[in-house]
């Protein structure tokens, strides 16, 4: 079965930090594109950030620029979302996927390119 699963969640007050995990099984994440996504109650779904199949670009969506970091561990077969200086508007579910043709130069944080997604993990900041 192919799917990636999400993890690392929670609780935390503003100006915190928190690292979400991808991890993946039946596919190879090095082999796809990988995305992070969010959606808050009543709004519409956010890219956040991803990261190409090789690992040398990503793409960052500007509410979390020089906050959020993304990066690969091929050897874990997994991707992660550092997330750092918390807000509450970040609050939201927070939602991994793979693709192919994901985070190219070309298609960046296009949620239709990304094949493979997660259930979701919840991020809630608050006091």
């Known amino acids: 079965q192919l799917q990636v699963v999400e993890s690392g969640g929670g609780l935390v007050q503003p100006g915190g930090s928190l690292t979400l995990s991808c991890a993946a099984s039946?596919?190879?994440?090095?082999?796809?594109?990988v995305g992070w996504f969010r959606q808050a109650p009543g709004k519409e779904r956010e890219g956040v950030s991803c990261?190409?199949?090789?690992?040398?670009?990503?793409n960052v969506a500007d509410s979390v620029k020089g906050r959020f970091t993304i990066s690969r561990d091929n050897a874990k077969n997994t991707v992660y979302l550092q997330m750092n200086s918390l807000k509450p508007e970040d609050t939201a579910v927070y939602y991994c996927?793979?693709?192919?043709?994901?985070?190219?130069?070309?298609?960046?944080?296009?949620?239709?390119?990304?094949?493979?997604w997660g259930r979701g993990t919840q991020v809630t900041v608050s006091s």
């Open positions: 996927a793979a693709g192919q043709w994901g985070c190219t130069v070309v298609s960046g944080l296009n949620a239709q390119l990304f094949d493979y």
């Open positions: 039946g596919l190879t994440l090095s082999r796809y594109g």
């Open positions: 990261i190409s199949i090789n690992g040398g670009s990503s």
